[in-house]
């Protein structure tokens, strides 16, 4: 063989073992244990609506992604924050979806407020409702012993703006929501930034999403029935593929069309108001 024809041979292999190798993807469902996370109607509970939507989901996944699925918890124990991005890391992940449903704090506002929330890291939070949940999915870290945590959150959130993965969580996060929004025909509250810890140490584009608020006495009802879980799994897996064949286009590209690739990349998501 001579090395005009090798070196192609060898971009060609190359190029499509990236292109067809299975994703690697860690779901994190929220909370677990006694961190009950959110309350919805009845005796609902985040920590058990967002472990069956991780279940389904990974099925999903696997099934029409052809994807290799790890979960952070695979029943209702306590695990913390960062031993879920250890673990994640652990796997070396294409993408990482952290999963919650969130709720309001007064009656009056858990009545009103419904809706679709997808997160991806900044170390500015949207406005002040993106910082409230922030802060409600941190408190077990904020609130804990872990003065580390702490300090390791405020590093990597200096380092941020040299992080590749934070446009690709943008791209993941955009991919998923428009998904969420147009199968659930749930109120769309946005794609939105905020300081999540959970999100701050993985290595790979990471989403956090708020399925719908569980306080809302309709639409937390809507989370425990598994027929909406499966329109929102089935929505998340979409939006994945979308992100994955994204991604593979890009990466497969040659190198002589680098440039044009910052011309295609989404801005980051505008401030938005709550
Ligand atoms: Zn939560």
Redesign the pocket.
């Known amino acids: 063989m001579t090395l005009r024809t090798f070196v192609p041979l060898v971009l060609l292999l190359a190029t499509s073992a990236r292109a067809e190798r299975i994703p690697r993807i860690v779901i994190d469902p ?2 677990g244990g006694s961190q009950e ?2 309350k919805g109607p009845g005796t609902l509970q ?1 920590k058990e609506v ?1 472990l069956q939507i991780a279940r389904k989901l990974r099925e999903r996944l696997e099934k029409e992604a052809g994807a290799q699925v790890f979960l952070t918890r695979e029943k209702d124990g306590t695990l913390p924050l960062p031993q879920r991005v250890d673990f994640a890391n652990s796997k070396r992940p294409d993408l990482f979806l952290s999963i ?3 709720s309001m704090p007064t009656k009056k506002l858990r009545e009103r407020i419904e809706g679709i929330e997808t997160y991806f890291l900044s170390a500015t939070a949207s406005g002040a409702g993106a910082r409230a949940t922030a802060d ?2 941190n408190a077990e870290v904020s609130s804990g012993p872990s003065v580390q945590a702490d300090s390791t959150l405020s590093f990597i959130l200096n380092d941020l703006a040299r992080m590749e993965a934070h446009a690709d969580s943008s791209r993941l996060a955009y991919a998923i929501h428009q998904q969420l929004i147009s199968a659930t025909g749930a109120s769309d509250r946005g794609v939105l930034q905020a300081p999540f810890f959970v999100l701050t140490g993985v290595e790979a584009p990471a989403v956090l999403i708020e399925v719908g608020y569980i306080s809302h006495p309709h639409e937390g009802v809507q989370l425990g029935r598994a027929e909406y879980q499966e329109k929102l799994t089935s929505a998340i897996t979409e939006g994945v593929k979308n992100f994955l064949g994204q991604v593979r286009k890009r990466d497969v590209r040659p190198a002589v069309e680098a440039p044009a690739e910052a011309e295609e990349a989404p801005a980051v998501a505008a401030p938005a108001t709550l």
Do not use: K, M, P
């Open positions: 929220g909370h996370g959110a985040e967002v919650h449903a969130n409600r999915e």
